[in-house]
């Protein structure tokens, strides 16, 4: 395969815990990152691109996103900037949009949202089910979603379907629905929340697909304190999402755990939440990752670099904490350890600046930074 040497780079963040972050740096890549080190000491290469003293860091890591539905929540927004709450209720209005729609145009909207994540350098993407809520509308989103991104999980628990049965429903996601969807997916996630299921439904979820295998994940403490950090750490779900309430029993748990406390801080903006506690997460010894989340309902963003501002800006972490956060921590989230960091042997997922350093993610807020992006070796922007 050819071989592509990226020499003259300003600062070079590798996420490598020996090589660390690197100035006047080059790097030599296939399809995997082949050399790291001093510019004036790289190795020859089939190609050679000069970044002119630009920053270089890992493609992010979103491993947080919905990107299967149809339809969009313009006017629930638009009620939500005058001052009414966002609940768990509005997940229906994307379930029957999702439902109604074929899966071409499905597909069509997945990749139109994959691209444009691709083209602010984000080069790992997980996605979740749970706008069908029937098994074979659950079994085509997981479908839909493998065919085009890295990860997959299965958020069949994401709402009762209205006029369901809540014990009716959540007997049907952990038999038949779990059944049919498990061979299409790594993960399985609830949204363990008031309006949505409940500390011992969470649990049926959880529990019976650990049974079948998959990797787990929560959505806890979104809306309020509750139970859906605490599961999460009991059960060894590989991360807890949204975290934006937690006691402190919460931090302490997730201080104590593997489980990464996976920070969305545009859906926390888009409905008028708090923000997270991340100081707070990240003094405690967490591991803190940032995701987009990307719906149409609570967070119509793909930029991971407006979760990076924010988290700087208005949440008390570094840039340093906020990249490794939207980078490294995104794939310790997927239990991945070949992307999210420039070591040799890592995915070639390679993410240019414009900008000489990582600290104008957050200097310049809302300026479109990306200049070039490789995934895997492949240039795509
Ligand atoms: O992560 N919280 C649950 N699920 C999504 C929101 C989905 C929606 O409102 O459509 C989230 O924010």
Redo the contacts with the bound molecule.
Sequence with gaps: MTSTLVTNIGELTTNDPELGRLTDAALVFTDRVEWVGPASAAPAADKRVDVAGRAVLPGWVDS?T?LVFAGDRTAEFEARMAGQAYA?G??AV?VDATRSASDQELTANLRRLVAEAVAQGTTTVETKT?YGLTVADEVRSARIAAADVDEVTFLGA?LVPPGADADEYVALVIGEMLDAVAPHVRWADV?C?RGAFDADQSRAVLEAARAKGLGLRV?GN?LGEGPGVRLAVELGAASV??CTYLSAADVDALAHSSTVATL?PA?DLSTRQSLPPARELLDAGATVALAG?C?????YTTSMAYCITTAVLQMRMTVEEAVTAATLNGAKALQRTDVGHLSPGARADVHVLDAPSTTHLAYRPGVPLTHAVWRAGLRQR
């Design positions: 947080h919905h768990a509005g997940i994307t749970g994401h949204f929340e959505h979104q999402d949204h969305l859906c989340n719906n149409p309902g609570s967070s």
